[in-house]
């Protein structure tokens, strides 16, 4: 990465809690102006990393940069970097504007009035609010506590926010219209965004770069499809809940499954062995058809519709649920009886292999 | 907010200038002062000054002093009285307050009725019960009114049964507090329970009712103590000076200027006390119950 | 079954109960009102009348019971309690702000604090004494050591009342207030303390209406001039008059217009913001 172009940096980062390492020597460098998705299950120290940066907390060791300049001794409101919580965290006692308006009246920095007025009634205007400045924080709703969250924030002029959950407490039709909103905010100014999410939809869909976290370490960074094409291990493959996994042995050329033996181009050096195979990329078959590659005896279950696809759901032998999308735009979806037998394939080449003796 | 630990790092932490303004308080204001008490107590003692020379004078004077040994029963007597009394006259009102009454307003009405006399000054609320219960008083004209006596009950006042009366009204609502606070918590359907079990209310209150209680009466209970040990304006106002506490030779001592002798006295309320509470706490374990 | 039975017996329970407690209020608040001089103070009343409220301040010939010495004593009592509830609340609010953090030696520093409403007012009264008199060689006053005898007391309240306020208390609005540049000591005063104070409202409730009444610790710590508290003690060892009775209304009531006072700050910070939501949904 361009270090030029890098907004912040974290330099084997660790916190401890007691005996529990939320953040075990975590690297990572983040480039200006981005909007980065940090993916990580519940415990997997994606907030403790959040407060390391925010300097609410200080890491036991390891350094954090930001701007070029190591920040880890300065305290929190010397950093300049912004910060939306997942309960919003609004000043309860104060009205929408003074909410928006109380950075620049009680930061170090003196701002003229006038200036404040006008760079709330903007942001605030920016965030969709104009006409609720003189309400209460109780008098709006959760999706408008977000956008006061946001506007507070961002009036500073921050180069840098850290986003924890900021749409978990919304209901779902909010969550994809907040997604697209913030995106949209985020590119008009020059800002990077950390979005910390458990979400792997939300991951996928809003970040610029996504980060997985596992276990209080970076375990894959890199664009969204590249994520999403190459899942670096079986656990960030698990996280994106877009893969169907399967254990068994890997040789250096073949893998033996739940499927039978399958030749593999390329097996991933993993902790363990693990054939992954996107949820997309599985095709079903009657019970007969000659199938060419990997074959897997499943029994049908149900389907969901998940807008501009359908997911089947199917029972292999050994009870493991496995998962088939089919996108609506390559076909009309398929009618499979519930109970019945079918067979499950795929083509090999799209398979990831992970196994213990692989390259890498 | 919890689940954040002190950071190790060198982030400065207020800490310290938050907790040491009140640490150095209480070290110079309270425990100097009690370590003083001890000092003091191995003090010679002559006519009207007192000099730091070390002796055993006044503890062996405490002990050969019949006066004041009587003291340090009386004051065991009437706190065990006015402990087994404030129980068993606050229990049923606490199981009222805390646990029957169904309606959380009801409930927070009758407290605020047990505290607002509080809010007249102690001594005056003391004062008060020798109209109560004097020769002439309100108890006496009432009894004799409605035929039940001929004479006067002048035991009621100027003696020991006054000071117990007056003790077990003044501090029965500390009581009743922690108890009914304890009672509140507990989770009715477990009541519910054991009743379709077919369990009568005798046997719910004594495997259940009390047992969840404990710690309240506990709490309660070392209330009590304190402040009935510690005690002797009641005594003073309602006993005619037949009653000593410890608390009222500390003062008479103080008063006539006998400050090492006052300081044994305190020595020895302050072991009692140390005594009554290490008991207590070893009862029920606070900190898990509370 | 049994309940049926025993909620009403605990019921009539309970009104005789609070009678107890009331009883010598009632007694009190009657006998206040017994005529003077010549009425002592018992039954029965001999002619109701407000005799002695007159002579509480002076209104009424001199006779030869002396006045209580309230006027004085009264302005002690008032000044050491506002004293009292100012060091009292500024020492609660920063312990327990400490306390919101874990350090090492919480649990000793807890048990430090909460010592000194649990020692008996005679042992600390003393024990201040003994310390002014016999080692510092200083002069005792309501102003000085009774003052700090009385912080001794009334502190560990404050604490308490704020440790619960603030365990109750979310501290990401402070960390928000952080993150957008603001100090944090300029964030206790905008964001900690505002939200914090009807909890400083009642530690302040707290220790005010205790030092005011504070009776033993003053005893052994004031020195020559009396409180109030020490001015009604002095009545103990004379014969009394109903002329403490009338004092005694006089306290209670007000005690309670301290209370009112009490209400109606949190009434306003809580209209304040209900009035706010008002005018919002007519407009």
Known sequence: ?360 | MSDTTAPKGKLKSATPWLIAPGVVWMILFLVAPIVMIIYVSFWTQSTFSIDSTLTLASWKNFFSSEAYVGALWTTIRLWLIVLFLTFIIGYPAALFVGLLVKSKTVSTVLLVLCVIPFWTSFLIRVLAWRPMLGKEGAINIILMKAGIIAQPIEVLLFSELSVVIGMTQIYVVFMVGPIAFMLGRIDRNIIEAARDLGAGFGRIFWKIILPLSMPGVVVGAIFVSVMVLGEFATSGALSGRKVNLLGNIIVTQVGSLKWAMASVVGVILTVLLGIVVAGFLRIVDLKREL | MESKILKPILAVYVGLFLLFLYGPFFVLGTLSFQQGPEGGPQFPIIEWSTYWYRHLFGMVPPSRIAPLPVGEALIRSLTLAFMTMVTATVLGVMAAQAFRKRFRGAGVVFYLIVLGMMVPGVLTGLGTSLLANNVLGIERHWWTTAFVAHVVYTFPFAFLVMLAILNRFDGSVEEASWSLGVSPIRTFRKVTFPLIFPGVLSAMLFAFTLSFDEFPRTLFASGRDQTLPLAIYGTFSVEIHPNIFAFGVMTTLFSFALLAVYGILMGLSVRRAKKQAMQEDIA
Do not use: C
């Open chain 1, 1 to 360: 990465m361009n270090q030029m172009n890098s907004i912040f940096r974290l330099e084997g980062v660790s916190r401890q809690y007691g005996d529990v390492a939320a953040l075990d020597g975590i690297n990572f460098e983040a480039s200006n102006n981005e909007y980065i998705s940090l993916l990580g299950p519940s415990g997997s120290g994606k907030t403790s990393l959040l407060r390391v940066i925010a300097g609410f907390e200080k890491p036991d060791s390891g350094r954090v940069w930001f701007e070029g300049r190591d920040i880890t001794d300065v305290p929190a409101h010397e950093r300049g970097i912004g910060f939306v919580f997942q309960n919003f965290a609004l000043f309860p006692h104060l009205t929408v504007f003074e909410n928006v308006a109380f950075g620049l009246r009680n930061g170090i920095k003196e701002v003229p009035q006038d200036e404040i007025t006008s760079r709330v009634f903007e942001a605030i205007e920016m965030v969709g609010l104009a006409g609720l400045e003189d309400r209460g924080t109780e008098q709006i709703s959760g999706g408008q506590k977000q956008r006061v969250a946001l506007a507070r924030t961002l009036v500073m002029q921050p180069r840098l926010v850290l986003l924890d959950e900021p749409l978990g407490a919304l209901d779902a039709n909010l969550r994809d219209r907040m997604q697209t909103e913030l995106r949209a905010i985020r590119e008009k100014l020059d800002v990077t965004f950390l979005h910390v999410t458990g979400s792997e939809t939300e991951a996928l869909a809003m970040g610029d770069t996504v980060a997985v976290l596992d276990a209080g370490k970076v375990i894959q960074s890199g664009n969204s499809s590249e994520i999403y094409d190459a899942p670096a291990s079986p656990d960030v493959a698990l996280f994106l809940n877009r893969f169907n996994l399967f254990d068994g042995v890997a040789t250096g050329t073949t893998f033996r499954g739940p499927f039978g033996q399958v030749a593999t181009p390329v097996v991933r050096k993993a902790s363990r062995d693990v054939y992954a195979i996107r949820y997309d990329r599985v095709q079903v078959f009657n019970m007969g058809d000659a199938i060419p590659g990997p074959a897997l005896d499943a029994r049908y279950v149900a389907s969901e519709y998940l807008g501009s696809s359908i997911m089947y759901f199917f029972e292999a032998a050994d009870g493991k649920t496995v998962e088939a999308e089919h996108h609506l735009s390559f076909g009309d979806p398929q009618d499979y009886k519930v109970g019945q037998h079918y067979v499950l394939s795929w083509d090999p080449a799209q398979a990831i292999v992970f196994g213990q003796e692989g390259a890498e």
